[in-house]
C-alpha cells in the first residue's frame, strides 16, 4: 500500500503534518512540539489539503503526534504575544478556517483521541464523526483556568450534545470528564485499548473512506442541518434526499447487491 505525502513550501523547516493513504487524508492537529499544543501548522497544512481535496479522498483522519491528541493552545506562546489579543485573533481565526473546512467537507471525519483532549483538542473531538478513545483519555474544557472563553466551536457542539444547562456546567466548572463518562455523555464515541487507538482508527478511517461516500455526505447535510427544522420540515428534507439518492450511482448498486445477495462494490461505482 503506498503513501503520498503532501509538500507544503511555505516552511521547509517543517515536516508534512498531513498525508494521503487509501483514501485517508490524515492531518496531525499537534504534535509534541509546546507539549502537544494545537499546531498552527498542521491548521495551515490541513486548511489547504482539506480544501484541495477531491473525489480520490474517502475520509478524513485526525491525530495527535505525541503524548496526547491534543492538549489545546500554547499557553506560553500567548504570554509571550506582544498584543495578546491580536495574536489570539489570529490563533483562533486560523483555527476557525480549519473547522470551517472540516464541517465543509462532504467525507466522514474519524478523531483518534489518545491522551487529553483539551481546549481545543477538546473541540476538535466534538466535531468528529466518530471519535475513538481509550480508557486512558481524559476530556477537559480548560479555558475557565486560563480566564479565557471556548473556541473552535466548543461552545455551539457541546450544548448540542449535553444540552445547555450540562455544557454550561462542563465548560465553567473546567471539569476533568475520564474515557468512560465522555462515551456515556455522548462526547466520543467509543473505546479500544490505549495502545490500540491510531491503528484502530485508521481502520475505521479506510473502511468508512471505501463505503459509500454520497450516502455519507446525505448523511451528515441532514444531521448538521436537522437542529434548523421541525420534524414536519426535515421529513420532507428526507424525502428528497432519499429519493435523490435512489438514482445515483451509489444507491443503484446497493439496491442491485442486495437483490443480488452479494457485496455492494463502492470502489466501483467511483472509478
Known amino acids: 500500500m503506498t503513501e503520498n505525502?503532501?509538500?507544503?513550501?511555505?516552511?521547509?523547516?517543517?515536516?508534512?503534518?498531513?498525508?494521503?493513504?487509501?483514501?485517508?487524508?490524515?492531518?496531525?492537529?499537534?504534535?509534541?512540539?509546546?507539549?502537544?499544543?494545537?499546531?498552527?501548522?498542521?491548521?495551515?497544512?490541513?486548511?489547504?489539503?482539506?480544501?484541495?481535496?477531491g473525489p480520490e479522498i474517502g475520509a478524513v483522519l485526525l491525530v495527535g503526534e505525541?503524548?496526547?491528541f491534543c492538549a489545546g493552545g500554547n499557553v506560553l506562546g500567548f504570554a509571550a504575544a506582544e498584543d495578546r489579543g491580536a495574536h489570539l485573533l489570529e490563533?483562533?481565526?486560523?483555527?476557525?478556517?480549519?473547522?470551517?473546512?472540516?464541517?465543509?467537507?462532504?467525507?466522514?471525519?474519524?478523531?483518534?483521541?489518545?491522551?487529553?483532549?483539551a481546549g481545543a483538542g477538546m473541540s476538535l473531538a466534538l466535531l468528529a464523526d466518530i471519535?475513538?478513545?481509550?480508557?486512558?483519555?481524559?476530556?477537559?474544557?480548560?479555558?475557565p483556568s486560563i480566564g479565557f472563553s471556548p473556541d473552535g466551536g466548543m461552545s455551539w457542539t457541546l450544548p448540542r450534545i449535553v444540552g445547555p444547562s450540562r455544557a454550561r456546567e462542563i465548560i465553567m466548572t473546567d471539569t476533568v470528564i475520564g474515557a468512560d463518562e465522555a462515551v456515556r455523555l455522548g462526547l466520543l464515541s467509543r473505546l479500544v485499548a490505549d495502545g490500540e487507538i491510531q491503528s484502530e482508527a485508521l481502520r475505521l478511517a479506510r473502511t468508512l473512506a471505501h463505503g459509500p461516500t454520497?450516502?455519507?455526505?446525505?448523511?451528515?447535510?441532514?444531521?448538521?442541518?436537522?437542529?434548523g427544522r421541525s420534524l414536519s420540515e426535515h421529513l420532507d428534507v428526507e424525502a428528497a434526499a432519499i429519493s435523490a439518492a435512489a438514482t445515483t450511482p451509489t444507491g443503484i448498486e446497493g439496491v442491485d447487491a442486495f437483490v443480488?445477495?452479494?457485496?455492494?462494490?463502492?470502489d466501483a461505482v467511483r472509478s
Open 5 to 53: 505525502r503532501v509538500s507544503f513550501p511555505a516552511d521547509g523547516s517543517l515536516h508534512s503534518l498531513v498525508s494521503v493513504e487509501d483514501r485517508v487524508l490524515r492531518i496531525a492537529v499537534a504534535t509534541s512540539e509546546h507539549g502537544t499544543s494545537l499546531s498552527p501548522a498542521g491548521m495551515e497544512q490541513g486548511i489547504a489539503a482539506l480544501r484541495a481535496a
Open 66 to 68: 505525541g503524548a496526547n
Open 91 to 117: 490563533i483562533a481565526n486560523l483555527f476557525h478556517d480549519f473547522v470551517r473546512e472540516l464541517e465543509r467537507i462532504a467525507v466522514p471525519v474519524v478523531a483518534a483521541v489518545h491522551g487529553w483532549a
Open 131 to 143: 471519535a475513538l478513545a481509550g480508557p486512558g483519555t481524559k476530556m477537559r474544557a480548560a479555558y
Open 214 to 227: 454520497q450516502s455519507y455526505a446525505a448523511i451528515r447535510t441532514l444531521v448538521a442541518g436537522s437542529a
Open 260 to 266: 443480488a445477495k452479494r457485496r455492494p462494490d463502492w
